[in-house]
């Protein structure tokens, strides 16, 4: 076993401290999944680096049981891949209905189909120290895919200034465990565990660079909108728009009646002469012609009781 053998002593030990690095690597995320666990919230946090760490982890053990000399190289992906199936165990139970979605997706696409796929091919189509060729590319493949995942999080910090979601220990501890994997990589002539490594080491790098650059700096206020876009759910946009629509309706129904009260009485009499008139078009009777015909009435009774009296 070139890992163990004491004819490379160096290799064991730069090995075993690459578990002992690695490990607490795995182990870096512990603070982010504890304030998820308390806010109950993943808060703009995403699956997609522990899913492919979990996939990444996978390939690993099946290279270095293929391989038969690489038990350091089971060990830790072994206890990777049980700290990483934990981390998106907790990311599912608190992850908003969109993200849990998405994430199951993925586990079922990469960690499922992909990784069935591959296992299937090298065991069909390749054999003896082919098979070990193939799979150690595909291996070199997803290794590096592991350190792009990270990307995403570059990006939001140099939009928004702020490394919040960019812990400075994670990316010290992904630096120095790329610089051990390479060097553990060299002395056991493996050149698929050596050269994903490199591009670990620059992607830490870049990393902390961006922690120094912006640890001290105030975040943008776009931090806030990404975060509650990213937390938010169908369900509470729903929510939210139904309680709208019904405080507004009840602000109109009351308005309304105040209006109704105050504004326009109801009136069960009929409306005035004028109204009518308005209403219908006409113009309204002159004051004086009813005057002058009530005048006129009432001389004309006044006539007829004289009349009377005379005869």
């Known amino acids: ?76 992906n072994s206890a990777g891949c049980v700290i990483e199936t934990i981390y998106i165990a907790v990311y599912l139970v608190y992850a908003p209905k969109k993200a849990k979605m998405f994430t199951a997706k993925l586990l079922l696409l990469v960690n499922v189909g992909v990784f069935g796929l591959i296992l299937l091919l090298t065991l069909l189509l390749f054999a003896g120290d082919r098979r070990i060729v193939v799979l150690g590319w595909v291996c070199v493949g997803f290794s590096v895919s592991v350190f792009v995942a990270p990307l995403s999080i570059i990006r939001l910090v140099v939009r928004t200034k702020s490394v919040e ?21 060299l002395l056991i002539k493996d050149k698929y565990v050596a050269l994903p490594n ?8 870049i990393q902390m660079g961006l922690y120094a650059m912006y640890r001290n700096s105030t975040p943008k206020a776009v931090l806030t909108k990404e975060v509650e876009a990213a937390t938010a759910t169908d369900d509470d946009h729903s929510a939210a728009v139904k309680e709208h629509v019904v405080n507004i309706a009840k602000l109109s129904a009351v308005d309304v009646v105040v209006k109704t009260r105050e504004v326009h009485p109801v009136d069960v009499e009929s409306p005035p002469a ?7 078009g006409e113009a309204p009777p002159q004051q004086d012609d009813k005057a002058a015909a009530v005048a006129g009435s009432g001389a004309g009774a006044g006539e007829k009781k004289e009349g009377q009296e005379q005869v």
């Open 1 to 76: 076993m070139a890992g163990m053998s004491l004819q490379h002593p160096w290799a064991f030990a730069f090995g075993l401290l690459g578990n002992i690095i690695s490990f607490m690597t795995y182990l870096a995320p512990l603070p982010t999944f504890y304030r998820i666990y308390k806010s109950k919230s993943t808060q703009g946090f995403q699956s997609v680096p522990y899913v492919v760490a979990l996939f990444s982890a996978m390939l690993w053990i099946y290279y270095a049981l293929l391989k038969s000399d690489e038990c350091l190289l089971i060990t830790i």
């Open 165 to 185: 979601f960019m812990p400075f220990s994670l990316s010290f501890s992904l630096t120095i465990s790329a610089v051990v994997w390479f060097l553990y990589g």
């Open 198 to 205: 490199v591009l670990g080491f620059s992607f830490g790098v």
């Open 274 to 280: 004028e109204a009518q008139s308005v209403a219908t």
